[in-house]
């Protein structure tokens, strides 16, 4: 499994925008809702399991979108399952973490 990833710094927090790879470029909708999956925001490269892992530990603010990703981040104790989003049957989860 691969992810879709974007670091940068936001207000000296590092920030993580992480995304199952296959949503990269994908428009999810719902009713009068549509999300882009876009490759601007999640998509500065492409990671396995492992760093993912490892970048999800150590970021303050987390975007996730996904099955895999939000399940790996949940294993991690990272965010509540009472704070997953659900949009056209992909979970959203966003962490804050300062």
């Given at each position: 499994m691969q992810y879709s990833v974007r670091t940068t710094n936001?207000?000296?927090q590092s920030m993580l925008n992480i995304c199952d790879a296959?949503?990269?470029g994908?428009?999810?909708i719902e009713g009068d809702l549509t999300m882009?999956?876009?490759e601007n925001y999640y998509g500065e490269r492409f990671v396995e399991k492992?760093?993912?892992e490892s970048l999800l530990k150590n970021?303050?603010?987390i975007n996730m979108a996904g099955k895999e990703t939000v399940s790996l981040s949940l294993k991690l104790?990272?965010?509540?399952?009472?704070?997953?989003k659900i949009?056209?049957?992909?979970?959203f989860l966003i962490i804050f973490n300062i």
């Amino acid at each position: 499994m691969q992810y879709s990833v974007r670091t940068t710094n936001y207000q000296n927090q590092s920030m993580l925008n992480i995304c199952d790879a296959e949503l990269l470029g994908k428009k999810i909708i719902e009713g009068d809702l549509t999300m882009h999956i876009s490759e601007n925001y999640y998509g500065e490269r492409f990671v396995e399991k492992d760093e993912a892992e490892s970048l999800l530990k150590n970021s303050s603010i987390i975007n996730m979108a996904g099955k895999e990703t939000v399940s790996l981040s949940l294993k991690l104790g990272i965010g509540s399952e009472n704070a997953v989003k659900i949009v056209s049957d992909v979970p959203f989860l966003i962490i804050f973490n300062i």
